[in-house]
């Protein structure tokens, strides 16, 4: 009994180690219909309770009738959710009923093209970034990415936070001839004069951030080769928990963004999910055979 019992250990123990060592790893698919077509998206072994969540949604036919309700171009395409419901209600609803998921983020699981991640409330509402249990989106990003748009996307997501410690910075007495020359810049539009000027600052309030505490958003260079490679949204790292990928069907993203939509990005004609089918890695090899070979 006891030999049984370390055996037991030692394997669980290991499959705990595989998962730890390749949290992309695949195991369980999920075929999801749509009245624009299909696709099949993987499920990650590193992120267990968002994969659960999902299987055990997809096999009680949750998703059925649900719809595609927003379409953003080069972001997001957002689905779950009923017709003439609202996704913040929704959202908000499923927070106070508890219905949502722990935050599973790992560095090695990013927001690439074809990514699928749980949405949720922004940190305002959310500090925890706990996933709503239902609503969820696929990131586009676009097919191409350039290291130049990486470090554009990072200065935006800490751009508020250095506006902060810039503006207490430049609030000092001896500190007043930066703010002049800065003011005068930016009314004369001298932007490329301005920006390097900024930038100084930027580095000058960086160790008082790091002193403090507060993390700013960053993008490893391992990341960035990554998204070089297979485009996707960094500003979503950390943000959003990932848990799968397309892994047949990703033409449906080109279908998906030349949708004609309202102003806030509602698809003008109705999409929705038809039906949902669980499979696992056996099944899918059998079924999709063709595509692996290709």
């Known amino acids: 009994m006891r030999i049984l019992l370390v ?12 998962v730890i060592r390749n949290p992309l790893k695949i195991k369980n698919y999920v075929e999801i219909e749509t009245t624009e077509g299909n696709f099949v998206v993987g499920l990650y072994q590193g992120t267990p309770k968002h994969r659960d969540n999902f299987i055990d949604r997809c096999s009680s036919h949750s998703y059925d009738e649900t719809t595609l309700y927003k379409s953003v171009r080069n972001s997001e395409y957002s689905l779950g959710l009923r017709k003439g419901y609202d996704e ?3 959202m908000q609803t499923d927070l106070v009923n508890d219905a949502v998921l722990p935050s599973e983020f790992n560095s090695k699981i ?3 093209r074809g990514a699928v991640a749980m949405k949720r409330l ?5 500090p925890d970034k706990k996933s709503d249990a239902s609503l969820f989106f696929i990131v586009d990003g676009g097919k191409k990415i350039t290291a130049n748009e ?4 990072v200065a935006l997501k800490n751009r508020d936070t250095y506006k902060i410690y810039i503006d207490e910075f430049l609030s000092h007495p001896e500190n007043k001839s930066l703010k002049d020359s800065l ?7 001298t932007m490329k004069q301005y920006n390097e000027i900024y930038a100084r600052v930027m580095e000058m309030v960086k160790p008082q951030i790091e002193k403090d505490g507060v993390e700013l958003f960053s993008v490893s260079e391992k990341n960035i080769e990554k998204y070089l490679e297979t485009g996707g949204v960094p500003m979503f790292e950390g ?3 990932v848990f799968g990928e397309i892994v047949v069907g990703m033409d449906m993203l080109e279908k ?7 102003l806030d990005y509602t698809p003008k004609k109705d999409v929705s999910i038809v039906s949902t089918v669980v499979l696992k890695k056996k099944d899918f090899k059998k079924k999709y055979k063709h595509i692996e070979n290709e």
């Open 150 to 153: 990486i470090k554009i996307a």
């Open 122 to 126: 922004p940190d305002s509402q959310n």
């Open 88 to 90: 913040g209600n929704v």
């Open 183 to 189: 003011d005068a810049l930016c009314s004369m539009k």
């Open 110 to 112: 990013l927001p690439k």
């Open 256 to 262: 998906f963004s030349r949708l004609e939509t309202s």
């Open 239 to 241: 943000v959003y928990t």
């Open 7 to 18: 055996v037991l250990f030692v394997s669980g123990l290991l499959q705990s180690c595989s």
